[in-house]
């Protein structure tokens, strides 16, 4: 009697599945010379997002708009990583005399305040805590100084330098581009420059180029 030799069942079925390993494998091992001519290895489409938007910097008609009792002032926001000017105006009651503490402190509510939806839209924004104050100078401080609630130091470079800037650059205060600071401890004041570096990159305000000691007199 002859024997019939059976083949074992699976044996077909593990071909094909072997098959698909081995041009898997293939596929994998063709990818990189694919990507090499430029032919995309997939035909799945690749969202790269929508291309980056740039922002103008300026405010259409930023002329301070003329109000009673009003004074128009010039300060340093944050655009595009670096500080550009916007007009504000600020009520000074024609019976109140020159102080320039409160014109320090008006600024500093200025730049407390967000940004008006034109200023928004061309970009600008601030750094500056809505919880910090000003101060008068203390006894032995040179002249100019203003104390701040929080250390310099310890504010966001950009705050800082918005602070510099915008003191610095207001006549009230000087108007010398410099603004000399201090903390609400006994850490002596420094002056800082509102210089085009810092302007442009404000994170160097803090740097020792920017600050040096201011000795008392």
Request: aromatic share 2%.
């Amino acid at each position: 009697m002859t024997r019939r030799v059976r083949t074992p069942l699976g044996v077909r079925a593990r071909r094909p599945r072997r098959a698909a390993v081995l041009t898997a494998a293939a596929l994998a091992a063709l990818a990189p010379a694919l990507a090499g001519c430029g032919i995309r290895g997939t035909s799945v489409p690749v969202d790269a997002g929508s291309a980056p938007s740039r922002v103008s910097c300026k405010v259409p008609g930023s002329a301070a708009p003329a109000v009673p009792d009003g004074a128009p002032v010039k300060v340093y926001l944050v655009c595009s990583s670096a500080l550009a000017t916007v007009h504000r105006t600020v009520t000074v009651p024609t019976q109140r005399p020159a102080d320039r503490l409160q014109m320090a402190r008006d600024l500093l509510d200025e730049l407390q305040e967000q940004p008006g939806p034109a200023e928004e839209e061309a970009g600008f924004s601030t750094s500056v805590p809505e919880d910090l104050e000003v101060s008068a100078p203390r006894a032995g401080d040179p002249e100019g100084t203003l104390r701040l609630s929080t250390r310099p130091e310890d504010l966001p470079s950009s705050a800082l330098a918005q602070l510099v800037c915008t003191f610095g650059g207001n006549a009230a205060l000087g108007g010398t581009d410099a603004a000399v600071l201090g903390g609400p401890g006994d850490s002596h004041p420094l002056r800082y420059g509102c210089t085009a570096e810092v302007r442009a990159h404000p994170e160097n305000v803090q740097s020792t180029g920017w600050g040096s000691p201011v000795p008392q007199e």
